[in-house]
């Protein structure tokens, strides 16, 4: 199969994504916490039909991961895979559904719990 060429967002997550903007630089920079967040709390393997959910793309792959550290650590974390940016999608939308939810039920002062 082919790996991803853009990395999407769903709707609810973009939505979580833009509310934490305030404490970051950008989306991207949003999109990365994410992902280190959902490797430390070892999200890949839950299931959320809200991940599901259309995606609409956000950032081209060179953008978001132009070392290619990200897909380094998805090869290092879960083994050899041929398709680094979908893993890499997935773990970006649980780590902001995970969050949002947080968000809904504790309210957004700091995000100091996530890190």
């Keep these: 199969m082919a790996d991803l060429v853009n990395i999407g967002l769903t709707n609810t997550t973009h939505e979580t994504a833009s ?38 793309s956000v950032w081209n792959v060179g953008s978001l991961d132009s070392d290619g550290f990200m897909s380094i650590l998805v090869q290092t974390f879960y083994g050899n895979t041929d398709e680094p940016y979908k893993t890499i999608e997935r773990l970006i939308n649980l780590g902001l559904l995970r969050i949002g ?5 504790e309210g957004l002062t700091s995000i100091s719990k996530w890190l």
């Design 19 to 56: 509310s934490l903007l305030r404490f970051f630089d950008s989306l991207i920079d949003v999109a990365r916490f994410a992902f280190a967040y959902a490797i430390r709390e070892n999200l890949i393997y839950d299931y959320d039909n809200e991940y599901l959910e259309a995606k609409r």
């Design 101 to 105: 939810k947080s968000i809904d039920s």
